[in-house]
């Protein structure tokens, strides 16, 4: 699966749009970008996934490069309830057996009143 | 639907007890996994299961045996807990049956190993 980096933490104000970096400049093009993120003390949240079109659900829009190397996660109105590490997965779709999620460091995202 | 839940939420072993941690899935999905997290560190996958009969070893399966009871439970052993398996432990699950495989978490145990 290929490598991603994430800057370790970032601020933002509440109520404003939270922009979450991610590189994966070794993606191949099976590969999709996954988020998760961990709410302190809780299991892992999934948010969205995608491959290479933007992507938006109830949670967070996606976009990704026209080079698919690199991703942002758009929270547009965070709360202090997104305060949580935010990561980014790199991997290919299921192929039919399971597939195993390959956590890094993530991003620290702190919500500020 | 509770999702997933696992038991306990909190332990406390000596070095070389033996313990066995619960893990149970609501939302009829074929593939669970067990991962561990270390203070500061991300998820590392410990063992996981396809599906139902069938177990496979993930990064950092030493000192750690699994049993897939049936569709719904997943469970970890310690056969000789050491201070190294200090952490938490989350359980999570997915369906095979879409095109891509999301994952649902429980809300974790955590283990201490004086």
């Known amino acids: 699966d290929a490598k991603t980096t994430q800057p370790p933490s970032m601020d933002c104000a509440e109520g404003r749009a939270a922009n979450l970096p991610c590189n994966h400049s070794t993606i191949s093009g099976n590969e999709y970008v996954y988020w998760y993120r961990q709410i302190h003390s809780q299991g892992p949240q999934y948010i969205i996934h995608g491959l290479k079109n933007n992507e938006t659900n109830e949670m967070a829009s996606l976009i990704i490069t026209e080079d698919r190397k690199s991703s942002t996660l758009i929270l547009p109105h965070a709360t202090l309830r997104d305060t949580a590490v935010y990561y980014c997965i790199v991997r290919p779709l299921s192929s039919g057996s399971a597939r195993q999620l390959t956590f890094g460091s993530g991003t620290q995202l702190t919500v500020l009143p | 639907n509770a999702g997933v839940t696992q038991t306990p939420k909190f332990q406390v072993l000596k070095t070389g007890q033996s313990m066995t941690l619960q893990c149970a899935q609501d939302?009829?999905?074929?593939?669970m996994y067990w991962y561990r997290q270390d203070p500061g560190m991300g998820l590392r996958l410990i063992y996981y299961s396809a599906s139902e009969g069938t177990t496979d070893k993930g990064e950092v399966p030493n000192g750690y045996n699994v049993s897939r009871l049936n569709k719904r439970e997943f469970s970890l052993r310690l056969e000789s807990a050491a201070p190294s398996q200090t952490s938490v432990y989350f359980c999570?699950?997915?369906?095979?049956?879409?095109?891509?495989?999301?994952?649902?978490f429980g809300p974790g145990t955590r283990l201490t190993v004086l």
């Open positions: 999570a699950s997915s369906t095979r049956t879409s095109g891509y495989n999301e994952q649902f």
């Open positions: 939302m009829n999905h074929n593939s």
